[in-house]
């Protein structure tokens, strides 16, 4: 089990730990060179902790480790819509069903809380991993664009998804209630504690 708290500062040795990963860069990122500590640094000041960031971490339940973190950009208030990003870095916590929690959680407060009405995302076609968990958290496929993405020497699609507000409203018709999942969108203790 997962809950969302907001960043805090010292979650950066964890994230740039993460994006030092090869494995994890390979997944996440469209330039194969390495980010450098000052490209992690502003990342994490300018994506996940300026206040008005949509960034939230990821904490395993009930250690309240911090396994990852996940972000909404592009946020479109015209037309209701906003883009969906996720990186659990401990990869021992990859295949437990924890990232299409957390990823549950995102679309709860994107819709229910903030009113959207539509979340999108994009995904290199060879994570697979990543799409099953968007699919089973209630994403659907929408395209493709077809071999954008190099890795070395062959290319890729980049696989797009999105979820609108009435598939998210059917998905949970019937499943357990999503009173608790709103619990577990913050930690109120760790957020009192930043
Ligand atoms: C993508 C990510 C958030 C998914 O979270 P997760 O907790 O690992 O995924 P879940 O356990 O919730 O679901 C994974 C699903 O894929 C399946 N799966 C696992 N490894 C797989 C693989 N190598 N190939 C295909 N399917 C795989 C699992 O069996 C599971 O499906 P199931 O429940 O039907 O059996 C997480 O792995 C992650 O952050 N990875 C590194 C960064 C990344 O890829 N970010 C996304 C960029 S778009």
Avoid: C
Wanted: proline share 3%.
């Amino acid at each position: 089990m997962v809950a969302l708290r907001r960043p805090l500062q010292t979650d950066l040795p964890s994230v740039v730990a993460w994006y030092r990963d090869p494995e994890i860069a390979r997944l996440t990122r469209y330039q194969t060179r390495q980010m450098t500590q000052a490209e992690i640094e502003r990342f994490f000041q300018v994506r996940m902790l300026a206040p008005d960031a949509l960034a939230y971490s990821i904490v395993e339940l009930p250690s309240k480790r911090f396994i990852g973190f996940t972000t909404f950009s592009a946020l479109d208030g015209d037309n209701g819509s906003v883009m969906f990003h996720i990186t659990i870095g401990e990869q021992d916590a990859w295949g437990r069903g924890l990232g299409t929690e957390a990823t549950q959680l995102m679309l709860h407060h994107a819709f229910d809380r903030l009113g959207l009405h539509r979340v999108g995302l994009s995904v290199f076609s060879y994570n697979t991993r990543a799409i099953r968990a968007y699919e089973k958290a209630g994403f659907r496929i929408e395209g493709r664009l077809r071999e954008a993405i190099q890795r070395q020497g062959s290319y890729f699609d980049e696989v797009q998804m999105g979820i609108l507000a009435d598939e998210w409203v059917a998905a949970q018709y019937g499943t357990a209630a999503t009173d608790g999942d709103a619990d577990r969108s913050f930690v109120d203790e760790v957020v009192a504690s930043r």
